[in-house]
């Protein structure tokens, strides 16, 4: 391994047989490769804008796994709790939480127009399609609507019948096992394979 300074900048070299590699490009080329990934370009994408083969995205990720399996989304209003709920749902690796208070549903309505509320409604619909499980935290009328339009495994954490007009305390333990009990199934299913 050779360190050169170059300009004030350290330039960090490693041979490999006849190969000088430059490790802040390799740093740089992966770096860029995962932040790609996460923006939701598929491996085939981002291998043409990196210039690398898909099937080294593959292995690039399938090295740096942690977590495989269920991906969880968890929607609900109106929460009081909401903080908390949403602190809870981050340490569980909730991958995407979309929490309302009574009053920051009736301003996210307010605020739009017709046309964009729809676009709005139809792009979250669109990405809680990409996930495994979507927990609904709402009214009776709200699980069985989004249940309909999911088309996917729906849970229903209700927290009262339609309408609901004032902000609900949602228990965070019994939501937590909740989360534990959808993630542990995965670990179920692979322990059984």
Same mark, same amino acid.
């Given at each position: 391994?050779?360190?050169? +300074?170059?300009?004030?900048?350290?330039?960090?070299?490693?041979?490999?047989?006849?190969?000088?590699?430059?490790?802040?490009?390799?740093? /740089?080329?992966?770096?860029?490769?995962? $932040?790609?990934?996460? #923006?939701?370009?598929?491996?085939?994408?981002? !291998?043409?804008?990196?210039?690398?083969?898909?099937?080294?995205?593959?292995?690039?990720?399938?090295?740096?796994?942690?977590?495989?399996?269920?991906?969880?989304? +968890?929607?609900?209003?109106?929460?009081?709790?909401?903080?908390?709920?949403?602190?809870?749902?981050?340490?569980?690796?909730?991958?995407?939480?979309?929490?309302?208070?009574?009053? &920051?549903?009736?301003?996210?309505?307010?605020?739009?127009?017709?046309? #964009?509320?729809?676009?709005?409604?139809?792009?979250?619909?669109?990405?809680?399609? $990409?996930?495994? *499980? *979507?927990?609904?935290?709402?009214?009776?009328?709200?699980?069985?609507?989004?249940?309909?339009?999911?088309?996917?495994? *729906?849970?229903? *954490?209700?927290?009262?019948? /339609?309408?609901?007009?004032?902000?609900?305390?949602?228990?965070? &333990?019994?939501?937590?096992?909740?989360?534990?009990?959808?993630? /542990?199934?995965?670990?179920? !299913?692979?322990?059984? /394979?």
């Amino acid at each position: 391994m050779h360190k050169l +300074v170059h300009g004030g900048e350290d330039m960090d070299f490693i041979r490999v047989g006849e190969k000088l590699l430059d490790r802040r490009k390799i740093y /740089s080329a992966v770096e860029r490769i995962l $932040e790609l990934r996460a #923006q939701g370009f598929s491996q085939e994408e981002v !291998a043409q804008k990196v210039a690398v083969d898909r099937t080294f995205i593959s292995r690039l990720e399938k090295l740096g796994e942690v977590r495989r399996g269920r991906r969880i989304a +968890v929607i609900g209003f109106p929460v009081a709790n909401k903080e908390e709920l949403h602190q809870m749902l981050e340490e569980e690796g909730v991958e995407y939480i979309f929490l309302l208070t009574e009053a &920051e549903r009736w301003d996210y309505v307010r605020q739009k127009n017709g046309l #964009q509320l729809i676009n709005e409604i139809m792009e979250i619909i669109a990405r809680l399609r $990409e996930y495994d *499980v *979507v927990v609904i935290i709402g009214s009776d009328y709200r699980i069985r609507l989004s249940e309909a339009l999911l088309g996917r495994e *729906v849970v229903g *954490v209700e927290i009262g019948t /339609s309408p609901i007009r004032e902000d609900r305390v949602v228990d965070v &333990e019994r939501l937590r096992g909740l989360i534990r009990q959808l993630t /542990s199934r995965e670990k179920k !299913a692979a322990y059984q /394979s």
